[in-house]
């Protein structure tokens, strides 16, 4: 029972370039999320998906898109990475939007 | 509306006590709490539920004031361990599909 994945662990990327982060649960939980962690800022929801096929922006969904793929998946898209985007990725699950998150390792991203 | 965590940062000696307090605007069904230690995710503490029923951990202990929408975490005798930002998530009644909205975090620090 691995919990919730992430790849990658850590990227860089060139301002402009592409990526796309991936993430699955083995939990057989509902609901999934998106959040990026800035010194100081906690953690900012940026996509959520409350149910298998349904996706909503969050807090900051700007430069950002998500695909639920399955129960399991939720990807996190950046098109056009910007520098302003360097952070920390956390995707989460729940069994419903009420339970509590569980969280994967994260993915440690640099835009230069 | 993101709740508030207060202090923002305490430096403890290992043996001490700790509170933390979690306060929301709006009326609350649950408080979550979490720790992360540094370069790791956050990991689930304990959920308070309205009504008083209280889950979770073993050695951490919390309260929750309905009518003052507040939350604290206890910490005893802490430990080095315990070292970490500790965030609560705040759920209000009505729930939302948008899950848990966290604080910013405390950083509690245990000096040996």
């Known amino acids: 029972n691995a919990g919730v994945t992430q790849t990658p662990k850590f990227q860089v990327l060139k301002t402009g370039q592409s990526m796309t982060l991936q993430c699955a649960q083995d939990?057989?939980?509902?609901?999934m999320y998106w959040y990026r962690q800035d010194p100081g800022m906690g953690l900012r929801l940026i996509y959520y998906?409350?149910?298998?096929?349904?996706?909503d922006k969050g807090e900051v969904p700007n430069g950002y898109n998500v695909s639920r793929l399955n129960k399991r998946e939720f990807s996190l898209r950046l098109e056009s990475a910007a520098p302003s985007q360097t952070s920390v990725y956390f995707c989460?699950?729940?069994?419903?939007?009420?339970?509590?998150?569980?969280f994967g390792p994260g993915t440690r991203l640099t835009v230069l | 509306q993101q709740p508030v965590q207060s202090p923002q940062a305490v430096i403890l000696r290992e043996g001490e006590d700790a509170v933390i307090n979690c306060s929301s605007s709006?009326?609350?069904?649950?408080v979550h709490w979490y720790r992360q230690k540094h370069g790791e995710a956050p990991v689930f503490l304990m959920i308070l539920l309205k009504g008083g029923e209280q889950k979770g951990h073993e050695k951490i202990s919390a309260s929750f004031n309905e009518k003052k929408q507040q939350s604290s975490l206890y910490l005893t005798a802490s430990q080095l361990s315990y070292s970490g930002t500790y965030f609560c998530?705040?759920?209000?009644?009505?729930?939302?599909?948008?899950?848990?909205?966290f604080g910013k975090g405390t950083h509690l620090i245990i000096q040996p």
């Open positions: 989460a699950s729940s069994a419903t939007p009420r339970d509590t998150q569980y």
């Open positions: 709006k009326a609350l069904y649950s």
């Open positions: 998530g705040t759920d209000p009644p009505g729930g939302g599909a948008d899950g848990l909205t």
């Open positions: 998906s409350a149910s298998e096929g349904t996706t």
């Open positions: 939990m057989n939980h509902n609901s």
